[in-house]
């Protein structure tokens, strides 16, 4: 059974008009390629505006090489000031939440001391790594926020109050859809997002009109993607 799907269009960036190759050449004009070839490139161009000094586009890339697109952009950057670019260090530290020599062992240490039940427990260390433990202080300071907000992933209350105060988040959308996950269970978080903004409202002192606004703005971002 599918319970939802979702489509993309992605850029595909060349250096010139035409598209390159695998190899590095430029296709011939006329020379027939496809765009679902296995020989036409995922590239990626940093490039300045022609017109205007001080800005940069960034055309293509995916997912998996933004931590070495990032580093490339920076470099433009650094490049067009005149300056020395920093020793890039992200390709060497842990992202957070992998900072541990031995996983294995912290989550065994996790479990042991974790007042939570096993399936928060897992579901904690399987999205939020080593950073788990942040959430179980959380909980320390505040019991009920160990009250799960929507059973079908697991998801806490504990985990809205961290994305907004650990994770950056600003948004319901940012909370539900790029943090917590809710938002890709089989109801794309519609079920859980008046929770959400209720556990907002009593822990971070959202007003009665924020609550509203966020909401609505999350039901019509599910309905823009899933229609």
């Not at 993309?8 to 765009?35: C, K, M, N």
């Not at 920093?86 to 957070?96: F, I, Q």
């Not at 959308?173 to 996950?181: I, Q, V």
């Not at 009665?208 to 971002?221: H, L």
């Amino acid at each position: 059974e599918i319970m939802s799907a979702i489509s993309s269009r992605r850029e595909i960036a060349a250096g010139t008009d035409a598209p390159l190759l695998r190899d590095g050449r430029v296709q011939a004009r006329g020379e027939h390629l496809r765009f679902d070839d296995a020989t036409h490139v995922r590239g990626r161009i940093v490039r300045r505006h022609p017109e205007r000094d001080n800005l940069f586009s960034i055309v293509g890339g995916k997912l998996t090489t933004y931590r070495s697109l990032a580093e490339q952009a920076v470099d433009a950057v650094f490049k067009k000031l005149g300056r020395t670019s920093p020793e890039c260090k992200t390709d060497r530290e842990p992202l957070p939440g992998a900072v541990t020599l031995n996983f294995a062992a912290f989550c065994q240490d996790f479990k042991q001391r974790s007042p939570l039940s096993v399936a928060t427990n897992d579901r904690l260390l399987r999205i939020y790594g080593t950073r788990a433990a942040l959430i179980a202080e959380v909980i320390l300071e505040e019991q009920s926020l160990g009250e799960v907000f929507d059973r079908e992933t697991g998801a806490i209350t504990a985990e809205i109050v961290f994305a907004f105060e650990h994770e950056f988040a600003r948004t319901l959308c940012d909370c539900l859809l790029r943090r917590t996950m809710v938002g890709f269970n089989s109801t794309c978080g519609l079920n859980a997002v008046d929770a959400a903004a209720a556990t907002a409202q009593k822990y971070l002192g959202w007003s009665d009109n924020r609550v509203k606004s966020e909401t609505a703005e999350y039901r019509n971002v599910v309905l823009r993607l899933h229609g």
